[in-house]
């Protein structure tokens, strides 16, 4: 039988549906998910108890309820990027009808060499660091590691980092535009500390996104993002030319 906290404030429900995500990232109903009396049986609760968790997941779109058929996993959407240049993962999660936020893992002044060289700046010079977990609704889509010159980092608000861009910040309180910059993708494979904040399944792969961004010429940001690759895919338009 799996515990729940019967002395938690957290409701026996919100703790199955907690318990129930963590088991689904991590593959395990991969054949078939366990009918509602396994899960009384599984959890040692009532089958209103268990119907509660399944009808949160299903209004999340974690799950879907198939009267007489049972309940099923939901195919995830995946959320494609157009490469046409300067682009916001904000606006993309928005675009495909998902809320976007954010969990503020880190914002403080710290020194790194590597950042420091991307941004034209000497080795030990103080930058502001900004750790974030990035969510497409209910679930972890990215997580980024910023550095920014300290100067310009003092205007960020943890608070007002939990959703939309860094740059709208950038360009609010400091009155500095983001124009263009440079990105590089490729594959990675993640820590098993990054995967379990990703939640990322054990047969999934994920997308490492390097860049440096500008205003006008002058570098304002070094970012590292670890992309879900089972959610997120870039996408290129092109054409052939007319042949004579």
């Known amino acids: 039988m799996i515990l729940l906290d019967r002395m938690s404030p957290m409701p ?5 549906a907690d318990d129930l995500r963590t088991r689904i990232a991590a593959e395990e109903f991969s054949g078939r998910f366990p009918t509602d009396m396994e899960l009384v049986q599984q959890y040692g609760v009532s089958r209103h108890t268990v119907r509660e968790a399944l009808r949160q997941l299903g209004s999340a779109g974690v799950l879907e309820r198939q009267r007489g058929r049972g309940t099923f996993l939901s195919p995830q959407p995946t959320l494609e990027q157009p490469m046409r240049g300067f682009y916001s993962l904000a606006e993309s999660i928005e675009a495909q009808g998902l809320e976007e936020h954010s969990h503020v893992l880190a914002l403080e002044t710290r020194t790194d060499a590597v950042a420091a ?3 034209g700046l000497d080795s030990d010079a103080r930058l502001t660091y900004v750790e974030r977990l990035r969510f497409a609704g209910d679930e972890p889509l990215a997580h980024d590691c910023a550095w920014l010159p300290e100067a310009l980092g003092r205007v960020l608000d943890a608070g ?6 860094l740059y709208e910040q950038l360009a609010r309180l400091a009155g500095v535009r983001v124009t263009g910059g440079r990105e590089r993708i490729s594959a990675a494979l993640p820590d098993a500390h990054l995967r379990s904040l990703l939640k990322l399944p054990r047969s999934a792969a994920a997308l490492r996104i390097e860049r440096t961004a500008v205003a006008g010429t002058q570098p304002v940001e070094y970012r590292v993002s670890t992309v879900r690759g089972d959610r997120y895919a870039f996408v290129a338009d092109w054409g052939l030319a007319a042949r004579g």
Not at 12 to 16: E, F, G
Request: no cysteine.
């Open 160 to 165: 007002e980092l939990s959703s939309g861009s």
């Open 117 to 119: 060289g991307h941004l």
């Open 12 to 16: 026996l429900w919100a703790q199955i």
